[in-house]
RNA sequence: GCCCACGUAGCUCAGACGGUAGAGCACGUUCUUGGUAAGGACGUGGUCACGGGUUCAAUUCCCGUCGUGGGCUCCA
């Protein structure tokens, strides 16, 4: 059993590293400094920029320190005597005074250095292993997270218990790089950005739209067996459209700049709702149409801050899998719940553990007022109550509360895909009416909801998930087919077609390469299937087949394989089904 | 948007006190016709991101813009 928990020995660290710093710069100002999930960082406020050899100096000062074994000491002291401790500590006093009245104010030494620190921390520095510490990154923070205030220079480093511990981690990452769907998107042909062609927008190429094209497919069967119904609409619209959704208000940072057409103000749409929603409008509704689900792949341009793109991430057009389910007061509930359970497959992982938050606020709520939520349900108010808007807008829920869903990538970066939100604010906007029992006018509800959030993040976080492998079901290239001389081509041909008339994505490789040499480049392209043929397949009529595990399976008829391709097709599952028949 | 770094062939990268550049892979031609992860030869390919400035001369130095990477803030 180590002596200590890692976030002791990482908090402790980024002591050991503050002092270093202090050493390096006497007038730094100390930000704050706690473990991580994977190591610990420290933010300064510095006379200059730190560079990469500076990293290296402080990780030197480190190792001095923990090989002269200096005790942690804890202090209490009163707030007047911490005030003039960290006189020269202006976000040390921040912190001071911020703390609660009744909170003890203790303090941790270690050497010279001093720091406001609640603890707990290891006896000495000689407790920490030099030898399984990394500085790894310097990085921009806003004082507080809050870009308003001054931006100081933060230092990530990582700890371990081991030297051992501390490269496999850091193996860790490198094979966890290998995932990251920005490369595999150029290496597998699957998609591009274009710096001269604008930031931020994607190119999806052929084996990318295969890709794409299956999982659309998919989309649209499962939510015409949920009992949705698909809409299309337009890409821009009028200003009225937006004044009355409220978002160009409120949404205006994230909104292109109009277009002027015949003196008309035309927006890009940023969202899908207001356009279903002139749907809804463009006739009477009767509660017997209740509940109305349609679902849209609607592609939205939204102005993102140029610090912020990533790859298919995070982007500047998109599109959702958007839908909005409209329905009486008293129905609600059931949709939600049916939302939970919509047999997504492909996006439903974890959308279980979501709970019922929202159902008990709507309900509690009555729909009008509701309470605070918590965890990620937003807060929402009246509508139409300004302060409450833009609250929901920053919090990013557009007008009530929501169920957001996020995943990691590659990287360990969440984010955001499925995501269910209420909305009482634009069907009053919209003055959305249905004609209820009692023959009076009533507002319905309203629920926005994506469930792979946009295909564009999906398809990134779907890559990295697979590390580009994909299952058969969704290769864009199931089998090559490859001749191992030209007189074996026309075969191949021959064999290529029936796989193709089979609905089979089969390609043949007629290059003049060597076998070897295709074999590499269809592992490489992490094809599931390779059908090697030559002088005994043609002869036989047979295909040799190459899994991408690298397992050989033999010479089989065509037939064979088909039929087994067809039925590892159907089960989802390329590979255990060929070892069983194999 | 903010902090730091970076931007040389499609990709990964060399390179030069400032005197307009090179490799491997990819691609093309060709020889080779090969049994499960790279056969050989030859060749095409670059306004050294873009725009200014300094200079006899800038890809190299300075400034700006655009873009990329890692963070922060924000979000599907």
Redesign the pocket.
Known sequence: MPKYELETMRHSASHVMAEAVMRLFPDAKLGIGPAIEDGFYYDFDLPR?L?EDDLEKILELMKESIKAKVPFEREEISRQEAERLFADQPYKLELLRDLPEDVPISIYRHGSFVDLCRGPHVENTGDLRWDSIALQ??????WR???KRP?L??IYGTLWHSKQELRDYLARLEELAKRDH?WLG?DLDLFS?H?EA???LVYWHPKGGRVRTIIEDYWRKRHVEGGYDIVYSPHIGRSWLWETSGHLDFYHDSMYAPMDIDGQDYYLKPMNCPFHIMIYRSRTRSYRDLPLRWAELGTVY?Y????????L????G?T?DDAHIICTPEQIEDEILGVLRFPGHVASHGLCRCGRLPVDAARKGGGRALPVGSGDAVTATRPGDRRADMRW?????FYGPKI?LKIRDA?G?????T?IQFDFNEPERFDMVYVGDDGQEHRPYMVHR?LL??I??FFGLLIEHYGGAFPVWMAPVQAVIIP????HVAFGREVESKLRAAGLRAELDA???????K??AA??NKVPY?L??????VEDGAV?V?LRS?E?L??MPVEAFLSGAKAIDDARDNQRLWKAEA
Do not use: C, P
Request: positive net charge; hydrophobic residues 30%; charged residues 35%.
């Open positions: 920029s560079t990154s310097i990085a921009g923070a806003y997270g809050d870009e931006m220079q933060r920005r150029r950005l710096e604008g930031a931020g939204r993102e801050r140029s610090g912020v793109l990533h790859g991430l995070r982007v500047r998109f959702q807008m920053r919090g990013g829920a957001d990287l970066r969440e984010w955001q895909m995501t994506a959030g946009s564009e993040r191992i001389t030209d007189r290059s003049n390469d060597r076998m070897n040499a074999i590499r592992q490489l390779m090697v043929i030559g002088d005994r397949e040799s190459r690298g050989d033999g010479a």
